[in-house]
């Protein structure tokens, strides 16, 4: 899973665009519409394209860089399920000593990451009494919605 889960934002893309610009000033117009279009597309966020855009400037052979060196950029991180981490367990008996609950956002369970990874990409740990609570809350403007409005009701007898 990408380490990335913030926004892309128009004015973050306008600065990385500046900053490739003063990098490579033999890029064109075309390049720059382009590459806006396959960001886009690929669902950079703000800290992907940043990284993206200093990984190429520090790393491109010169004199300039292609697309595909941005769109191929990403930081990943290996996530396991509890089931995932049981078996690993069962093999090395320390699994657990090595991996944490992680939020996920998207997921409404726990996901599993390296000790390591959830200090040097700043993971938010699952907390298992704020995920009971907003599955009750979840729970609980289902089973408003669904109930007919009690007042309309006793409106409608009249």
């Known amino acids: 899973m ?3 889960n913030d926004e892309l934002t128009t004015q973050n893309t306008i600065n990385g665009t500046v900053k490739l610009k003063k990098s490579f000033p033999a890029l064109t117009k075309e390049f720059f519409d382009m590459f806006a279009d396959r960001i886009k597309d690929n669902k950079f966020t703000d800290q992907r394209l940043n990284d993206s855009i200093n990984y190429v400037i520090d790393n491109c052979i010169y004199p300039t860089p292609s697309i595909a060196q941005f769109i191929s950029f990403d930081k990943r991180i290996k996530l396991y399920t509890y089931h995932d981490m049981v078996r690993m367990n069962d093999q090395t008996q320390v699994a657990f000593k090595s991996y944490r609950p ?11 990451a390296n000790i390591n990874d959830i200090e040097v990409y700043k993971l938010e740990r699952w907390d298992p009494k704020i995920h009971k609570m907003a599955k009750e809350e979840k729970e609980r403007q289902e089973r408003d919605k669904n109930e007919p409005d009690l007042l309309k009701t006793i409106t409608e007898k009249k």
Request: aromatic letters at 22%; hydrophobic letters at 35%.
């Open 102 to 112: 992680v939020k996920i956002y998207g997921i409404n369970k726990p996901m599993y």
């Open 2 to 4: 990408s380490i990335y």
